[in-house]
């Protein structure tokens, strides 16, 4: 499934209608709580993407408070709760500032898709993984050996860097290979994904 | 007997150290008259500093107001008086408080004392501080959404480690004695714990024969050490400090007997000032100067 989750309307509905800033720790607990009820609903695998476009600040502890440790319980191998990927959306240059900040502080990395409909990594990854990253990229989806060729690599280098690359939820992994994790299929954008909240439509 | 403490003339976090060294060594209940008659100007670190200083305060101090109509007049306007009236016997006839908009307070006197309260701070700042940081300042216009996050973090140590709420305000002024540029000002004043008490609440006192304040302030300004163990805290101050860098702002703070800074070069303070007369609680004052537009 995939699933478009709105942060300000997590926002007004958990905390307050009348705030339009992320800032303070209980206000991103509460924002976080509010969007792991979202994804209980939606499945045990699941694309969601995060829409921050209605954002107006979010500050250092809000973004711990929400990217950072919504992103350690799925990426955590010792407590993948389910195959949840995330899409950050709508994310403007101070947001960006918060998130690389608390994302080097739990050596985490994300995807986000930019303004222009290309996705963009942030935060700690290693040269090789980006590689096979942006080779996964432009390729859309692709098994190892496709990878392996494409980057340059043997097939057992591009096997163990698509495996991390997953257990990262950076790509997704399909039964036939890997996918890049660039956004809603066929080139939709994120934001015309849904008109209304939390809305869901098939992965794949 | 009632102790009188003078106001120096121009009350900034320089020469506050004045009034917090007459205060070190006077008992908590000794009354004391607060004498600001002749005083002419206040930063915004001198006005929260004041209304702080009565916190800590067993007997209601007194405060004699300035005599001088433009600045009781400009207290008023920064609400200075709406609040001290609490916390002072006051010593003076308070002028009517007017409005604000006409002045460089992007942020009057504001208490800190809860989450609901950081929102507020935020939410009222942002339109004002985009016209003075980029039409004023000639800031980029990143700069309003960091600068709002550095007073959204400084605000939010107020709440999760002081103990008791405090004061922020936000004033713009031109800084023509150290800079001859305009500045805008970011104070934050609290009476609680301070930075030393709430690094030993979890941890305890370290084992090293220097462990004081000086050594905590270094630890959480620095450092980026927290009272908490989760690993994402202490990025508040951190990124206060790379925004500090990147406008070439000056940040300091004082809590307990030392007082730390990031001193640019435009300054001439020392980094780190130890041995200072005790006052708790923190006080934290970040000041962002006009670009020199080539």
Known sequence: ?204 | MTKVIEVPFSLDDQSFEQIFEALAPLPPDEKILIDARRTRWASPYGLTALLTLAQTRLQKPTLAIPELDDTATYWARTQFFHFAADLYEINGKIPRARSTEDLDVLLPLTPVAKTEDIHGVVDKIQNKAQAMLIGTLHLEPSATMRFTMALSEICQNVIEHAGRGGWVAVHSYRWQKRLGRRVVVIAVCDAGIGFRQSLESAHGPRATDRWDDGMALEETVMRGASRYRDPGRGQGLAGVRKFIHDWTGKFSVRSGTARIAIVPEWDSDVPMREDLPFFPGAQVQITVPERIVP
Not at chain 1, 104 to 131: E, F, K, M, W, Y
Not at chain 1, 135 to 155: H, K, W
Not at chain 1, 183 to 190: E, N, T, W
């Open chain 1, 1 to 204: 499934m995939i699933n478009r989750i709105d942060v300000s309307s997590v926002l007004r509905t958990t905390v307050s209608s009348l705030y339009s800033n992320l800032v303070t720790r209980p206000t991103g607990a509460a924002v976080r709580l509010g969007i792991e009820h979202q994804l209980d609903e939606i499945g045990d695998r699941a694309l969601a993407i995060l829409d921050f476009s209605h954002v107006r600040l979010l500050d250092f502890s809000c973004a711990d408070e929400i990217v950072a440790k919504l992103l350690l319980q799925y990426v955590s191998l010792d407590m993948q709760r389910r195959e949840v990927y995330f899409l950050f959306y709508g994310m403007s240059e101070s947001h960006m500032d918060a998130i690389e900040t608390v994302l080097q502080r739990h050596s985490l990395a994300l995807v986000t898709q930019l303004a222009d409909g290309n996705p963009c990594l942030l935060g700690v990854i290693d040269d090789d993984q980006r590689r096979i990253w942006e080779t996964m990229r432009q390729l859309g989806s692709a098994d190892p050996s496709e990878v392996a060729v494409s980057a340059g690599i043997s097939a057992d280098h591009a096997e163990r860097a698509l495996q991390d690359l997953w257990r990262r939820r950076l790509v997704i992994r399909e039964e036939n290979g890997y996918v890049a994790l660039c956004g809603p299929p066929s080139g939709v954008r994120a934001d015309a994904l849904a008109a209304t909240d939390h809305s869901s439509s098939k992965m794949s």
